[in-house]
């Protein structure tokens, strides 16, 4: 009995020697899992694009990449409709790879996100997008972004919403000015809820691939 005890005991030294993983290993590892399959969403293909929806997975670190496969294709990622939702998500930190220009004014509604990383391939980024941010208690906000301090306040921007009238006249396409009135509508409820207040938020620059790798093992 002692002698099975001792070789099983020199067994699972061996054994875990042989899988002690590296920092870098551990990083790539992290990095690669939080880029999740396009299975995991809810998304349909329109013509060159695949429309990403809704997010069904359970990572807290999730990136989202600006292409996919699908059907051995390649289809460049639109993010007009997607959304996190409370419930439907456990995502704290949401980041945008590089090539990705912009997304849905609403797309923090609802959510738990705690920190966003933004490429700066990023076109336009709304005040009200980060006003759907709420932070925990006793803490902030963490904006991570690929280009420089001035390069932001290049894209960030002020939104102005559009009146119901002229969402109405804004197209001859009856489905269209349906949704433009509706998203009308939503965005006034929405503002009711308070102005954006940059005191919830923490903004980070320059940030590069190998310090977003490690914000993502951070964030783990």
Not at 25 to 35: D, F, H, M, N, P
Not at 145 to 162: H, K, P, V
Request: glycine residues 6%.
């Amino acid at each position: 009995m002692k002698k099975t005890i001792v070789l099983l005991f020199a067994c699972l030294i061996f054994t875990g020697c042989g899988s002690t993983e590296t920092e870098e290993e551990k990083t790539a590892r992290l990095v690669t899992e939080s880029k999740a399959a396009l299975s995991d969403y809810d998304y349909e293909i329109v013509d060159d694009s695949v429309k990403l929806t809704k997010y069904n997975g359970k990572n807290e670190v999730l990136y989202i990449l600006s292409e996919y496969e699908a059907d051995g294709s390649e289809y460049k990622t639109d993010l007009s409709d997607f959304s996190c939702i409370v419930g439907s998500s456990k995502v704290k930190f949401i980041i945008f790879e590089n090539g990705i220009e912009e997304i849905a004014n609403a797309t923090f509604n609802s959510s738990g996100i705690q920190a966003v990383y933004f490429p700066n391939t990023m076109k336009c980024v709304y005040d009200t997008s980060l006003r759907y941010l709420h932070p925990e208690e006793e803490s902030k906000i963490q904006i991570y972004y690929e280009g420089t301090g001035e390069e932001w306040n290049q894209i960030f921007s002020t939104y102005e919403r559009q009146s119901v009238k002229e969402a109405w006249n804004s197209n001859d396409d009856w489905e269209k000015k349906g949704s433009a009135v509706g998203a009308s509508v939503a965005e006034k409820l929405n503002g009711m809820m308070g102005e954006y207040d940059s005191s919830n938020y923490e903004f980070h620059y320059s940030v590069d691939e190998s310090q977003l790798n490690e914000l993502i093992k951070n964030y783990k």
